[in-house]
T-cell receptor
Framework: EPEVTQTPSHQVTQMGQEVILRCVPI?????FYWYRQILGQKVEFLVS????????KSEIFDDQFSVERPDGSNFTLKIRSTKLEDSAMYFC?????????????FGPGTRLLVL | AQSVTQLGSHVSVSEGALVLLRCNYS??????LFWYVQYPNQGLQLLLK??????LVKGINGFEAEFKKSETSFHLTKPSAHMSDAAEYFC???????????FGGGTRLMVKP
């Protein structure tokens, strides 16, 4: 069964450093998402992406964040200058279509620790 | 704005007992609701979803949920818990805004032998 994959599974970085989290969505899916979950808190929406453009972004997704689909398979989340509060589990998801009832398929997540 | 509340961050049941995980939503428009499960070290996996076709929704692994508009609820149930059901369960609602999912806080289900 096709699945969303994410690399790395864990990343430790120093405050102020840039990190890139990578995702490979399911191959025929057109919509891509990033969510994050700070330890002990809710899973929160960051951004949705379609046709090489951001469709929607949350208040969390400020100028330090960016997303890109550099090629036909990868979808990346870049955090330019990491802060301690960016420590979280980051989930990538994809869906075949945009409808409100479309299932989003989630990857296993990347656990980011900022020191 | 839409929101989801899951009552009980931790629920413990005995193997073979009824599982009931609670989810209440707040939405100004007809909601579309989802239950996801997360096993350790894995991503979120869809259990079932409400799409307005039927109020009683059956999902994978013997789970089902009933949409009750009058109670603004979408509780998840399973008649008989199995040890393999131990996981974290998330209720979510989707919105027009970029298809974003708004999640509840999650409920960790523990199953005792």
């Amino acid at each position: 069964e096709p699945e969303v994959t994410q690399t790395p599974s864990h990343q430790v970085t120093q405050m102020g450093q840039e990190v890139i989290l990578r995702c490979v969505p399911i191959s025929n899916h057109l919509y891509f998402y990033w969510y994050r979950q700070i330890l002990g808190q809710k899973v929160e929406f960051l951004v949705s992406f379609y046709n090489n453009e951001i469709s929607e972004k949350s208040e969390i997704f400020d100028d330090q964040f960016s997303v890109e689909r550099p090629d036909g398979s990868n979808f990346t989340l870049k955090i330019r200058s990491t802060k301690l509060e960016d420590s979280a589990m980051y989930f990538c998801a994809s869906s075949e279509d945009r409808g409100l009832t479309e299932t989003q398929y989630f990857g296993p997540g990347t656990r980011l620790l900022v020191l | 704005a839409q929101s989801v509340t899951q009552l009980g961050s931790h629920v413990s049941v005995s193997e073979g007992a009824l599982v009931l995980l609670r989810c209440n939503y707040s939405s100004s428009v007809p909601p579309y609701l989802f239950w996801y499960v997360q096993y350790p070290n894995q991503g979120l996996q869809l259990l079932l979803k409400y799409t307005s076709a039927a109020t009683l929704v059956k999902g994978i692994n013997g789970f089902e949920a009933e949409f009750k508009k009058s109670e603004t609820s979408f509780h998840l149930t399973k008649p008989s818990a199995h040890m393999s059901d131990a996981a974290e369960y998330f209720c979510a609602v989707s919105s027009n805004a970029g298809n974003m999912l708004t999640f509840g806080g999650g409920t960790r289900l523990m199953v005792k032998p």
